[in-house]
């Protein structure tokens, strides 16, 4: 049997970045460590860059991540094989960012995936030959500001027909395709309907397994042709200061076993960066919980109505402050004086970045076009 662990955010923040810094890595890693060193291989989401020389953030929304060389030290230390590079921070801080991650993961023999100094480098599906099968790793995100394009670094994007001709290749070239992505609203516990056509779409490419990663709290699963695909599986570790006793607490490491062309997995929970900054299993009390959460989640996620309605609500409460990026111009008169110059524009480069993320991002798009589509009916 082959065991793969796949592990979701790591971005050594508050409390972990300073007992990195200090280099007490056991303090965080610990519990954890027995497991990832009986896995076959392991990788995790690195949800920044490594800056080791001088760089400035890019403008973008949100905020601009990064972490340093002692971060890859420590998943080292942890038994992590591989990391993850293709999300929405990757580029937070361009090119020198893009280069001193790659160094130093090259430093520390850290693989990367999902990453490059271009669109062709982050689009490479990286082969690893484990216990005598082979497997494909194929790692993209949603498009937000650390896209790699021809000329600049960055991250593989969720582009559903270059995935499907990622997968394809792939499965010529390996036993196993294990697809991992980044995407899906934050905070928010289910797929959306297209992140649920999607990576079933990719299973019938396919892909013998999908992982999902990005929403800061874990989701449900489903097994779809016989294939699993994991929504959501939260923050590996993320400490962020004020946030204690909640989702962004909670996650799961997905173990994958691989025998005799069959796949099957098992869930690790764990509570993360809460009293304790470190990473530690569930208690039995506190996995029951989860057990019920994660069954009531699948049972949704098997629901294309209730899916539906589920993404309606949530995204729905998001109304006011979607709309206001269309404001303040709401009549024939004011777009009148408008055009005559008589009014001035406010679309200024903080404005128009908002808007690009609204219309780049599918999460956000997906929000947008729902909103607007609602307040028009209501019209």
């Known amino acids: 049997m082959i065991s793969i662990v796949v592990a979701g955010d790591y971005c050594p923040r508050a409390?972990?970045?300073?007992?990195?810094?200090?280099?007490?890595?056991?303090?965080?890693?610990g519990e954890i460590k027995p497991l990832l060193g009986l896995a076959d291989y392991s990788l995790v989401n690195l949800e920044c860059p490594i800056l080791i020389s001088s760089g400035e953030p890019i403008a973008k929304c949100g905020p601009n991540l990064k972490s340093t060389p002692n971060a890859i030290s420590a998943i080292k230390y942890a038994g992590f094989d591989m990391v993850t590079l293709a999300n929405n921070h990757f580029y937070d801080f361009g090119e020198n960012g893009v280069k001193d991650t790659l160094e130093t993961c090259k430093a520390f023999k850290i693989d990367v995936v999902g990453g490059g100094q271009n669109l062709v480098e982050a689009s490479q599906v990286n082969f690893k030959e484990i216990?005598?099968?082979?497997?494909?790793?194929?790692?993209?995100?949603?498009?937000?500001f650390s896209i790699a394009t021809d000329q600049t670094g960055g991250s593989n994007p969720l582009n559903p027909i270059s995935i499907y001709y990622q997968i394809k290749d792939a499965q010529y070239q390996a036993d196993y395709v294990i697809v991992i992505t980044h995407g899906g609203h934050e905070h928010y516990q289910l797929p959306s309907p297209r992140m649920k056509e999607t990576y079933r779409f990719f299973v019938?490419?396919?892909?013998?397994?999908?992982?999902?990663?990005?929403?800061?709290?874990?989701s449900g699963y489903e097994i779809y042709k016989g294939k699993l695909i994991a929504y959501g599986i939260g923050n590996f570790c993320f400490d962020k200061n004020g946030i204690r006793d909640s989702k962004w607490n909670e996650g799961y490491l997905v173990e994958l076993q691989f025998e005799d062309h069959c796949?099957?997995?098992?869930?690790?929970?764990?509570?993360?960066?809460?009293?304790?900054?470190?990473?530690?299993?569930?208690?039995?009390?506190?996995?029951?919980?989860?057990?019920?959460?994660?069954?009531?989640?699948?049972?949704?996620?098997?629901?294309?109505?209730?899916?539906?309605?589920?993404?309606?609500?949530?995204?729905?409460?998001?109304?006011?402050?979607?709309?206001?990026?269309?404001?303040?111009?709401?009549?024939?008169?004011l777009h009148g004086l408008f055009r005559r110059s008589l009014l001035p524009s406010f679309l200024n480069k903080k404005k128009l970045?908002?808007?690009?993320?609204?219309?780049?991002?599918?999460?956000?798009?997906?929000?947008?076009?729902?909103?607007?589509?609602?307040?028009y009916q209501q019209l």
């Open 15 to 29: 409390r972990v970045a300073e007992l990195i810094e200090n280099e007490r890595y056991s303090e965080i890693f």
């Open 131 to 144: 216990k005598g099968k082979r497997f494909a790793f194929i790692n993209c995100c949603e498009n937000e």
């Open 204 to 218: 019938e490419a396919g892909a013998d397994v999908i992982i999902n990663h990005h929403q800061h709290c874990y």
């Open 263 to 333: 796949t099957s997995f098992k869930l690790h929970p764990y509570i993360q960066a809460n009293e304790r900054s470190g990473i530690f299993f569930m208690t039995e009390k506190e996995k029951k919980h989860f057990k019920r959460e994660i069954q009531r989640l699948n049972e949704i996620i098997l629901d294309n109505t209730l899916i539906e309605e589920n993404h309606n609500d949530f995204v729905l409460k998001d109304t006011k402050s979607v709309l206001s990026l269309f404001e303040p111009y709401s009549n024939r008169y």
């Open 353 to 375: 970045l908002q808007i690009i993320n609204t219309f780049f991002c599918e999460a956000h798009r997906d929000r947008t076009f729902k909103i607007l589509k609602t307040k």
